[in-house]
């Protein structure tokens, strides 16, 4: 009786622990499946997603090993370096120290979904409507996670799906293999449309195109090592893959080939336009020239830039006439609080929108206006002055204003302060910047309350005084810019501040982009040229700050934003280096 | 904005008409030369370099200043593939084979289109030429296409009609507009003349080996250079005429006028050659990536050490020479050190390079000003009174007077009515205003207690009515002064004002009807208030 209680005890216990711990241990789903093919499409599940996270997880550290080589190369030693890098990854021989290798880890997942695929197919066709629909739900979140996922692939997979069961089952059945190559290859086979959509003749059409991009992409993949560093010199197999590529270019519609690219997500690759555009016409074709590709290659891989470029930024459609007159009520206003005599800090306080302050800049906004705005600056310099002179009684202070160019309608703040000598030295943006909002805190507005400097348009110092030598402390401009975002878009700024410090800091990226000759918009990632064209809208008067805040919405908020500077600086970074390299190689034209 | 100093349209039409034609009158004398009879010792007989010639000199003169510029970008910025001067007009091939026009009388690019492919879309152009009537482009599907000359004047947003269209067999990589006929040629050596006319192919030539850059028409003679060395064909037939073992080394270093051949070797120095016999005339020291232009008087050549010197275009002599690397400029982080690029009109020449633009006496020799450049350039072109750089970040930097201020904003555009309703307030608000004195008129919205702007005689509030009714307009005034307060409607009818035979009312109400009014507030026959005066509607 007693050995009974025990092994009563010990299967309960094991019950309670089953019941506890497989519910957690493996994930939800395939209730439509015997129950025995349920659990084990389950663990395989399990499994396959543990594997994709370890996939992803290690292309990721891949991405990063590229684009720390990327940044350090300084010669060509180091650019053989990042090509080594490259056709490791190409080969799927790289490992992260002494781990997996990205052969392995993607084998491991691949196999674990074939796996699931051998026991859900058989399945499939007698899936009721609910089933193959969380099924089809489920299958297509996994595959956007692969990594090198192919959007257009997947866009097109949920445009079949929406056709009808058929077609939902016949993705479904494309999906499973996971592999971005096999989904593209069974979504659009080489044979002509499927049954699933051959009635359909848009959907015929698109799946032309997905052919085509599937042959661009297996085309670009092929050459991806040498077309990663263009500064290298090419051997002949890698001009001929080069042009082969470019060949399965032309035959994909010019607004797509921009895709390429952005779907084929070899880390380093959107290097190569950027780096072809910041070449001389003569130098581009020494450039083909001397890597036996033909002009027409060069074309169509410059071609190959970000879809912002192939396209006209669209500006949001809000330029209602609400919108633009703002700044004109927002004038009146002005006008209105002049006459009942505010003044000094007060009347800053009322340049708040970027579009009114530059209105003020224009020609004909009225001089008295203009007069008083200038004088209240000026007062505020005074008070800076004493501010300081109260901080370090020593030394004397001067504290000057310039009118910044540009869109924003920022006052750059710069002050000095002299030595015993009597020389004068300039004080950092940093310290500036802190007098400033000591200065500023002492103020209260009669609406809003607190007073910022970034909302009324006012900055310590400007980009231009950021330090030229990229040896030194400030490194590149970009990396500075990223530093100067990171301060200041901690401050809760209002949608219209936000606006005007995004223009000012893409302004200041521009110039660094300008004075290396490469077009900013081949080095800006296409969600921030976006964002940029709205805040530049908003800046201008034409869209409103509900429209900035829905464009920031989109592009992932501020920690979004912040990661798209990083990559513009990257991409402005390594294309000026591959520049360098290229330049020093002394290549003739 | 149209700026205001632009003329009006069809003027500038008939303007532009008049320098184009100008200029390709001056031009297209060619063959024999333009003999100009200047002023000066020098001048008294030159022979300018025709339209066919590839010598850097135009036939306007370029900015007196280079202080006043303007940026203008092309949409979405991509980067420029081919510039072309058409007149005071540029056609601009970008990175993507679109192309666009750049208006020098709207000051800013507007979209260029021509025939559309098989999918609706417009063709991708890998190369354009101009001559003095048409444009042409090569397409990457091989089609050659011929054009009218654009207006200027708008936007071609549709598909513009070609006069020709023809396939030479090949993709042209290269087009080029000789007298009378078209240049095609591709990379791999083949070549193509085409009748400007009608596209007729006339020649067809398969050099055999690639070409390594765009050929040059010098007279009747077409230079190509292959990587073996130069070929030289002659036009319109094809027959080769002679090659040399001699490779120019730099491709901007081909240069031709009239019948002389220039180029770069690899050591450096620039040759001038008969371009019919291939016959080596005289030679000039120079440095690797030195640019070149001439204007039929002087060659000028630019090192890339920032020097700059001018050589008799008979024999070669140095005529002056400015020092090399004396104000060589330091380079921040970033800074692209780049090859410098020369424009020549007939007293100027324009040099730009990593230390900025210079504008020099081009017979004197004497440096007139310089102005910082911000980045590469990769080209200068010069139109009439302007100077246009071509920037390597995609932008174009125009120098000259007329450089439009783009950025400025309008602030009472956005809200001033249509120009008849404001000539209808204008004239009605004459009688309130002192007397012989001209109407001036500020627009704003109206805000409660708005006050006239300080500097207008006359402010203008736009004023919304959402509702129908009775509204009460009143002026609130800080001192003792009153002023007038006048209701216009839609149409600008003015439909009350507080001024009576006994004065100005403080107050007065009106019966408005929803939509847009506008209430004129001012001083009254010139009287100014001594304290301000304020608006409110109830």
């Known amino acids: 009786m007693k050995a009974l209680t025990r092994t009563c005890r010990v299967l309960l216990a094991a019950g309670v622990f089953f019941l506890s711990s497989v519910p957690r241990a493996l994930p939800e789903g395939f209730d439509y499946l015997p129950v025995k093919e349920a659990q084990r499409a389950r663990q395989i599940q399990a499994k396959l997603d543990a594997s994709l996270e370890t996939w992803i997880a290690l292309e990721r550290r891949y991405e990063g090993e590229v684009q720390t080589a990327r940044l350090s190369v300084s010669g060509i030693e180091d650019s053989k370096k990042v090509r080594v890098i490259l056709e490791a990854g190409k080969s799927g021989a790289w490992t992260a120290g002494t781990g997996l290798s990205l052969a392995r880890a993607r084998g491991d997942a691949l196999e674990q979904a074939r796996l699931l695929a051998s026991v859900l197919e058989p399945r499939l066709d007698r899936l009721g409507r609910e089933a193959l629909a969380d099924l089809y739900r489920e299958s297509l979140g996994r595959a956007r996670r692969v990594p090198g996922s192919v959007s257009d692939y997947l866009d097109f997979a949920e445009k079949v799906a929406a056709v009808d069961g058929a077609g939902q089952r016949y993705v479904v059945r494309a999906l499973l293999p996971l592999a971005p190559e096999s989904v593209g290859l069974r979504l659009a086979p080489d044979d002509g449309p499927p049954a699933a959509y051959a009635g359909s003749p848009e959907l015929s059409e698109e799946a032309v195109r997905i052919r085509r991009l599937r042959k661009a992409l297996e085309e670009c993949r092929r050459a991806a090592p040498a077309l990663g560093v263009p500064e290298l010199p090419w051997s002949q197999a890698d001009s001929e893959a080069a042009e082969s590529f470019a060949r399965a270019l032309s035959l994909l519609e010019p607004e797509f080939r921009a895709h390429v690219f952005e779907s084929a997500k070899i880390p380093g690759l959107r290097l190569l336009p950027a780096f072809l555009a910041g070449l001389s016409p003569e130098e581009r074709e020494g450039w083909a020239r001397n890597r036996n590709v033909s002009l027409r290659a060069v074309d169509l891989l410059l071609g190959c830039a970000s879809a912002s470029l192939t396209s006209a930024l669209e500006v949001p459609e809000t330029a209602s006439a609400q919108a633009t007159v703002s700044a004109v009520i927002a004038l009146s206003e002005l006008e209105r609080d002049l006459a009942k005599g505010t003044s000094g800090i007060a009347l800053l306080a009322r340049l708040k929108d970027p579009a009114l302050r530059r209105l003020l800049r224009s020609e004909s906004a009225p001089p008295s206006v203009r007069k008083a705005v200038s004088e209240a600056r000026n007062r505020l310099a005074e008070g800076l002055e004493t501010d300081l002179s109260r901080i370090s009684p020593i030394a004397r202070h001067r504290v000057e204003l310039e009118e910044v160019p540009g869109l924003a309608g920022y006052t750059a703040i710069h002050a000095f302060s002299s030595s015993l000598e009597g020389t004068w030295s300039p004080l950092t943006p940093e310290s500036v910047q802190s007098t400033l909002d000591r200065f500023l805190s002492g103020f209260r507005a009669p609406i809003g309350g607190f007073v910022s400097a970034l909302e009324i348009g006012l900055i310590a110092g400007s980009a231009s005084s950021v330090p030229e030598d990229p040896s030194s402390q400030g490194g590149f401009v970009p990396r500075k810019i990223i530093a100067q975002h990171l301060a200041l878009s901690a401050e809760a700024l209002s949608p219209s501040a936000y606006a005007a410090l995004c223009v000012y800091l893409l302004e200041a990226f521009r110039e660094s982009a300008r004075s290396a000759g490469v077009p900013p918009a081949f080095l800006t990632p296409p969600a921030l040229a976006g964002l940029a064209a709205t805040c530049e809208a908003r800046c201008r008067g034409v869209v409103e700050d509900s429209q900035v805040a829905l464009s920031l919405e989109q592009a992932g908020g501020r920690d979004g934003l912040l990661g798209l500077w990083e990559e513009a600086a990257f991409n402005l970074e390594s294309t000026i280096r591959a520049l360098d390299v290229h330049a020093d190689r002394k290549e003739s034209p | ?538």
């Open chain 2, 1 to 538: 904005m149209k700026p205001a100093f632009l003329l009006p349209r069809s003027v500038a039409a008939v303007v532009r008409s008049i320098l184009v034609a100008s200029a390709v009158l001056s031009l297209s004398c060619g063959g024999a030369g333009n003999r100009i009879s200047g002023v000066g010792e020098a001048e008294a007989s030159v022979e300018r370099p025709g339209a066919a010639d590839s010598s850097g000199w135009y036939p306007y003169p370029g900015p007196v200043r280079l202080d006043e510029r303007s940026d203008v970008a092309l949409e979405a910025g991509p980067g420029f593939s081919d510039v072309l001067s058409i007149g005071p007009d540029l056609l601009v091939r970008d990175s993507f084979g679109r192309l666009s026009l750049y208006s020098a009388e709207l000051g800013r690019f507007l979209p260029w289109r021509g025939p559309d492919t098989e999918r609706g879309t417009a063709a991708i152009v890998v190369a354009i030429a101009a001559d003095s009537a048409r444009i042409y482009v090569s397409q990457e599907d091989g089609f050659v296409h011929a054009f009218p000359a654009p207006s200027g004047s708008g936007p071609e947003t549709e598909p513009v009609k070609p006069l020709w269209s023809v396939h030479p067999g090949m993709v042209s990589d290269w087009i080029l507009a000789v007298p009378e006929r078209l240049v095609c040629a591709a990379s791999d050596g083949k070549i193509a003349v085409l009748s400007a006319s009608e596209g007729t192919v006339q020649a067809f030539r398969d050099l055999g080996l690639p070409l390594v850059g765009k050929p040059v028409a010098a007279g009747s003679v077409l230079a190509a250079a292959r990587s073996v060395g130069l070929a030289a064909l002659g036009l319109p037939d094809l027959e080769f005429l002679w090659s040399g073992d001699r490779a120019p080394s730099n491709l901007p270093v081909l240069r031709t006028v009239r019948n002389l051949l220039a180029f770069q070797d690899h050591e450096g120095i620039l040759r001038m050659l008969d371009a019919r016999t291939g016959t080596e005339l005289y030679s000039i020291s120079g440095v690797q990536g030195s640019a070149l232009a001439c204007d039929g008087e002087r060659w000028y050549v630019a090192g890339p050490d920032d020097s700059l010197g001018a050589f008799g275009f008979s024999d070669g002599t140095p005529v002056w020479t400015a020092g090399a690397a004396a104000e060589r400029v330091s380079l921040g982080a970033g800074m692209t050190r780049y090859l410098p690029r020369l424009a020549v009109d007939s007293e100027r020449v324009y040099v730009v390079h990593s230390g900025g633009l210079e504008s020099w006496n081009s017979r004197t020799g004497e440096l007139i000003e310089r102005s910082k450049v911000p980045g590469p350039v990769d080209g200068l072109f010069i139109a009439p009174g302007r100077l246009f750089c071509r920037m390597r970040d995609g932008t174009l930097r125009a120098y000259g007077p007329e450089s439009t201020q783009a950025d400025l904003l309008d602030p009472q555009g956005a809200i001033r009515p249509d120009p008849a309703v404001i000539q209808r307030i204008l004239s009605q608000l004459e009688r309130y205003a002192e007397p012989q004195t001209a109407v001036r008129l500020a627009w704003r919205v109206y805000v409660p207690e708005a006050v006239p702007s300080p500097d207008n005689r006359f402010t203008v509030f736009r004023y919304e009515v959402g509702e129908a009714g009775k509204k009460t307009f009143s002026l609130r005034p800080d001192g003792q002064d009153r002023m007038l307060v006048a209701v216009f409607d839609a149409t600008g009818e003015e439909r009350h004002a507080n001024v009576g035979e006994l004065g100005v009312d403080a107050s007065f109400e009106y019966w408005t009807e929803a939509g847009t009014w506008y209430v004129a507030v001012g001083n009254l026959r010139g009287q100014v208030p001594e304290a301000p005066v304020f608006l409110d509607i109830r």
